[in-house]
């Protein structure tokens, strides 16, 4: 009992980490920075590097941030206590865990080794799961659309990268959808007029750099852009 306890407490870990990381992107975290933000929250592992400040400076953020902690905490010590119980030979015997799989009476130490050698197939096959590229996005997928379709968080577009002087600087834009400029050749979409130059089309994993003129946005395009911040924010907001 012990032994399930703890693989099923693991594996949901995983999953809070994922909506964590889900939850950060759709506050405008870069998905790489949100999956790191969210392990470290989770595990309490505390880096002070110059990307917590996005978590810190964000309200939002940090009601996520403190969310993943509280979790954490709870599901480490769940694990301590299933994981020491499940390494305390002398109960499984008496619970007679090990008959169904032996029918032979085992000493204390191989039965220690058996549920060790178990929890550590299963963290494999666990951490296997949420690392296999094309399961884990199918699973990203699928807890994003829940936590939108809940409501839970509102998405943003925009993620400022760094500010210039004069009110100019670069930023992502996740073009929301219905936006007026989808489908269009960036020739089209008036963004010049706005004083707003696209540097580079995040499209799935290629990036697009110095698109041409001719270049053409799709629906769930990434626009790398540099202009006056606040243009950016009524256009893209």
Known sequence: ??????????????????????????????????????LSCFTSTGFTTREAEHITSNPQRRRIASTLMVLG???????????????????????????????????????????LLIIIAGVYLIYKFFTNTIIARKLTDILRQRVIRRHKLKPISIEELSVATGGYGVATVRVPENHRILEKLLSESGLR?????????????????????????????????????????????
């Open 73 to 115: 905490h709870a599901g480490l010590v769940t694990m301590i206590a299933t994981l020491a119980n499940t390494l305390r030979a002398q109960e499984v015997i008496e619970e007679g865990l090990s008959k169904p799989i032996l029918p032979i009476d085992l000493p204390p130490y191989i039965v220690q080794l058996i549920n």
């Open 1 to 38: 009992m012990n032994l399930a306890l703890f693989l099923v407490v693991l594996f949901v870990s995983f999953i809070i980490v994922r909506i964590g990381a889900i939850a950060f992107q759709l506050t405008g975290l870069e998905w790489s920075m949100a999956k790191f933000q969210a």
């Open 193 to 237: 007029k706005e004083d707003i130059n696209v540097l580079a089309i995040v499209r799935k994993n290629e990036t697009i750099a110095n698109p041409e003129a001719g270049r053409k946005i799709h629906k769930g395009d990434e626009l790398i852009c540099f202009g006056k911040l606040e243009n950016i924010r009524k256009e893209f907001t």
